[in-house]
């Protein structure tokens, strides 16, 4: 006992702690079926009450992949040849006759199109740099650029749909770069094939929006939070007050509020959207904790608050949330013009930098001529006000203008990461110069596919597993039935770690449990060959169970990590449905290494000491 008691601790805690990651799973499953039981009202009621603890399940659940749940498969392929015809400049008849013949012979070839681009105008013994890049350039140095604006260009595109992904609301979308011009986009929970059209093929839109003033906005939150309370509604279009509403009614909440409920009570509005309590920077805007969101916007869109808010008020939400130092996440509410000052067609380049001043990264932009004069125009009549930069409704920051900006030039500050400003920028760059976008493949699996494949799933997994503890008891007995035991936690583990680290399970992934119950099962058996073997030649059973495990780790050792280098490969190379089953064999090999050889020895261990008889057939 004493020799396995280190060994038999770091058992429980490893079941104890497999069990801990499975158990939103089962929460997330149990809410499924409540909601499920109840009616249209009820079940949005109960959602309500328990939205926050429905949302932490289904983060920390197991993932289903698209063939286990409804959802769509879309593939995209950016158009770089219509990419390649926009970039080009003084463009006449000769070139129109270049590009038809190269997309005519695009279809029927599978070469690299810029490649067929350099062939065809050296065969009309034309030079790129007529078209493209500088006139000093050479073919060479004119292709180069081709290539890297190109392979951005698919980057940018790639930006652009997981943007309008994440703004779209998807639980646990998957979008892959494939090959040099695709992409694979799976959105689970997602049936409107109309609204993924627009979602997916539309440009991405960026936005410059003046900031409403601060009195106005304080006043509008006023009315809306009395109209909320049931309260009369005071006319703030006659009122010659310039208290903060806002403020007074937030920055002190323990002045006016006792307890929750009757925050709840008296400041609805107030309640799920407040100030930070910093009046020397407030600009307007509200802060809403994260599951709040959804509440909020419910609150605005109704037609009797509609009334309240002036035709050229819009409000946006953050593209990031701040964190506080107890991890929870909360949004800014930014009320903005409707109409926008600036928008991202006149931009025409944008790049991530460090300030070399504060040593911050920032993202600096360029625009066109006519982009040039408009900004200088705003700018210059807008010192000291706030402008909001919004892609896809999402507001990136809203500075404030310090001067009079000329010459087309502007920069965002308040990244966090030079990372966090690469993306920005690409974003940037993709709302002036989006690459064309084509769906070329649409797959939609529905309700009773997902289903259907589930159900095949469990009753395989079932029916596999049940003959292998059938044949294992059978033919080594007491053997067979701790190896039934350590296969049931190899399961237990492969389906914690999956969860534990965000991993999905697919129909594939299914396929790779099964195999893993064979590989688990493979170990045991050489095991107990060898413990016979080793019996027979009079060595007692504690003698024949040390030699059998310590003989058999070899060859079990060698073939399972020939499959789990197999797996990685399957991993790293492979896509979709192979990364599901390469994902759950690797952990398996790992899950069933520990089981057969630890858990298995320990418990024979365990029984010898006891005086058990232990048989294996």
Partial sequence: MKKNRGKLIFIVITVLLSLYFLYPTYKDYVFSKQIHSLTSEDSLKFVEDHGKEIREARAKRINLGLDLQVGMKVVLEVNVLKFLEDLAKNKDDQFHQIFAEIQEEAKSSDQNLIDLLQKKFQVKQVRLSRYYGNIRDSDDDVIKKLRDEASTAIDRAVEIVRNRVDQYGVAEPSIQKQGSRRIIVELPGVSNESEVRVLLQGTALLEFKLLIDPEIASKVYQAIDRTLAGKPVVDTASSDSTKNAAESDTTKPEDQI??????????????????????????????????????????????????????????????????????????????????????????????????????????????????????????????????????????????????????????????????????????????????????????????????????????????????????????????????????????????????????????????????????????????????????????????AIDVGFSKAFTAIFDSNLTTFITGVILYNFGTGPIKGFALTLMIGIVASMFSAIVITRVIFDLMTERGKAVSFG
């Avoid at 506080?324 to 600036?342: C, H, N, R, S, Y």
């Avoid at 930098?353 to 982009?371: A, H, S, Y």
């Fill in 258 to 543: 006792q307890t929750e409920e009757k925050a709840k009570k008296e400041h609805p509005f107030f309640y799920l959207a407040g100030t930070s309590g910093n009046e020397q920077n407030w600009r307007g805007q509200l802060y809403t904790a994260e599951e709040n969101k959804s509440k909020v916007m419910t609150i605005l869109r109704r037609p009797e608050i509609q009334r309240l808010i002036p035709q050229d008020m819009w409000f946006v939400w953050s593209a990031k949330p701040a964190i506080t130092a107890e991890g929870k996440k909360f949004f800014t509410l930014i009320p903005v013009k409707k109409i926008p000052d600036l928008t991202g067609g006149v931009i025409t380049n944008a790049r991530a930098t460090i300030d070399p001043q504060f040593n911050t990264p920032i993202v600096e932009m360029e625009m066109n001529d006519q982009g040039s004069k408009d900004w200088a125009r705003i700018t210059g009549a807008n010192i000291k006000k706030n402008i909001a930069v919004i892609m896809d409704s999402s507001c990136y920051s809203y500075p404030t203008v310090q001067d009079k900006i000329t010459g087309g030039r502007s920069r965002i500050t308040g990244m966090e990461s030079i990372e966090e400003a690469n993306l920005l920028a690409i974003v940037l760059r993709a709302g002036a110069l989006p690459a064309p976008v084509e769906i070329i493949q649409q797959v939609s699996v529905g309700p009773s596919l997902g289903e259907d494949s589930i159900r095949q799933g469990v009753i395989a997994s079932l029916l596999a597993f049940g003959l292998t503890i059938g044949f294992m008891v059978m033919y080594y007995k007491t053997g067979g039935t701790m190896a039934d035991l350590a296969l049931l936690i190899n399961l237990l583990f492969t389906l914690a770690v999956l969860a534990g680290f965000q991993g999905t399970l697919t129909l594939p992934g299914i396929a790779g449990i099964i195999l893993t119950m064979a590989v688990a099962v493979d170990a045991n058996v050489l095991i107990y060959e060898r413990i016979r073997e080793e019996s027979v030649t009079g060595k007692t059973i504690t003698a």
